[in-house]
């Protein structure tokens, strides 16, 4: 019996995704284990003045990188009719843009250290610049890797650039390079993953750039730069008025706290986020599934973000010492406040990717420019205050986010957020009593244990704890959540 037309490639598509979906998850999560333990290896091994200064640097070559490596990569993954044409121009256009952005930071690194206030940093940009160029020559073969939904040699080349930087990294730090160990760990990661992505991807560019072309892809490209814009500038605004008013170990005590909270959100937001994005634009012809996917993947993630960022928030103090060393203990303050930053954005992640599931992704925009505005506000108020208040300064942005992106989200999706309102209530009942039983545990029995033990004691207490609230008040969320994870598992086994 012969089969539909177009039914093999039906399936053959369905088979590349769900395999495809697996390496992402693996890349993802193998990502951040590697990532965190170089980290924690580094962190013991250098010390603020360090970090700050390499924080200093990224802050220019980090803005150059990003236009480089965004500017057309989504649009050569999305476009439906793609061409070797559409590639050759987006390469050769991102080579001329990298060279020129490369040079003038060489030439203009001086200037722009003297005005971040530490000329200490002028020589890391420069050496630090050829990320520029190694980014824009992998743009290309990446977007293609990921349009044909080859996850594998993806995830192998980030596994091995983190662990050939790593490795270079501590082995600089070891032999006592200080903030060079951190450029050398960059730019060996950037060498190795550019070697490892143009074999795979098959591709060589052909010497041809066409206007026609190049306008296609900029159609779609430029408002995506214009929304990775906002988001770096509110990911680095607190660094920047850290480093300019406060000084480069300042800026290190704050990178560091900004390092816990997103090695937190990229483990315990970002797989649901992802998954909740493409599951909804497939849904978005009926609403009842939309909604579904809505409720369960909020539920979802906020009994897991809830009591993770409340739980790193209250074991902070004895965490960043055993991992880190004391040298890191003046961070402790700002590292508490930055972890409940989880918390609003664990009620709000999953609205944007809902929204832009359904199509919507210019309010993606929309609110970035406003969580901006609120956050250059509230910096502008208690940046000069300190370390502590620039922490607050952002725990306060995004918590007023909160009210505006539900309100934006019910008005533009039509969908009522009463529920997930009414599903935070025994997940943060329960957090409650986490939190009550590890802070009495802490003024009570902890503080005469060694520091190891004593987290380990606080990290079991809590979830316990947390575990024993959730049986008692939240079986219901418990029951949902356990049912949307079988669904997943059984249609996984069923391709």
């Not at 409720?295 to 965490?319: E, I, N, Q, Y």
């Not at 989880?342 to 969580?371: C, D, E, F, Q």
Request: aromatic content about 6%; hydrophobic content about 55%; proline content about 5%.
């Amino acid at each position: 019996m012969s089969k539909p037309p177009g039914s093999s490639d039906a399936k053959g598509l369905k088979t590349s995704a769900v395999r495809g979906s697996l390496w992402t998850a693996l890349e993802s999560w193998g990502r951040h284990l590697i990532a965190a333990a170089v980290f924690v290896v580094l962190g013991r091994l250098l010390g603020p003045q360090d970090f700050g200064l390499i924080a200093l640097a990224l802050l220019v070559v980090g803005l150059a990188e990003l236009i480089v490596s965004d500017a057309f990569a989504e649009a050569l993954v999305q476009r439906d009719d793609l061409q070797d044409r559409h590639c050759d121009t987006a390469f050769w256009f991102l080579m001329i843009l990298a060279t020129l952005l490369t040079l003038l930071l060489i030439v203009a690194a001086g200037p722009i250290a003297q005005l971040l206030g530490d000329p200490r940093a002028q020589p890391l940009m420069q050496v630090l610049s050829p990320i520029i160029l190694l980014s824009a020559l992998a743009t290309v073969p990446v977007a293609l890797l990921r349009r044909r939904l080859r996850m594998r040699p993806l995830a192998t080349r980030t596994f091995a650039g983190l662990l050939a930087g790593g490795a270079v990294g501590i082995g600089m730090a070891l032999n006592g390079y200080g903030p060079w160990s951190l450029v050398g760990q960059l730019l060996s990661q950037k060498v190795v993953e550019l070697a490892l992505v143009w074999p795979a991807a098959r591709w060589r560019p052909k010497t041809a750039f066409e206007r026609r072309s190049f306008d296609e892809l900029r159609s779609y490209g430029l408002p995506m730069i214009g929304l990775r814009l906002t988001l770096y500038a509110n990911t680095n605004l607190p660094r920047l008025l850290a480093g300019l008013l406060l000084g480069t170990a300042a800026l290190g005590l704050l990178q560091i706290a900004l390092r816990l909270t997103a090695i937190f959100k990229s483990v315990l937001l970002e797989p649901i986020a992802r998954v909740a994005l493409p599951t909804t634009a497939r849904a978005q012809s009926d609403p009842r599934l939309v909604k579904q996917v809505f409720r369960t993947a909020s539920r979802l993630m906020a009994l897991l973000a809830l009591p993770g960022f409340v739980g790193l928030a209250l074991v902070t103090p004895t965490l960043v010492p055993v991992l880190l060393g004391p040298q890191w203990a003046e961070a402790v303050p700002a590292a508490q406040i930055l972890a409940l930053t989880g918390v609003p954005a664990a009620l709000t992640r999953i609205h944007t990717s809902v929204l832009r599931g359904l199509g919507h992704a210019r309010w993606h925009l929309y609110l970035a420019l406003i969580n901006f505005a609120l956050l250059a506000l509230a910096l502008a108020a208690a940046a000069p205050f300190g370390l502590i208040f620039i922490a607050l300064a952002v725990l306060a942005a995004r918590t007023l986010m909160w009210p505006i992106k539900l309100y934006v989200f019910r008005r533009v999706t039509g969908l009522a957020v009463v529920g997930q309102l009414r599903d935070l209530v025994p997940i943060a009942t329960a957090t409650g009593a986490m939190a009550c039983a590890v802070l009495l545990w802490q003024v009570t029995g902890a503080r005469d244990l060694p520091e190891s033990l004593a987290l380990m004691s606080e990290i079991v207490l809590g979830a316990g704890v947390f575990a024993l609230a959730m049986l008692a008040i939240g079986r219901a969320a418990l029951r949902d959540c356990l049912q949307a994870l079988s669904a997943v598992r059984g249609s996984t086994r069923t391709v």
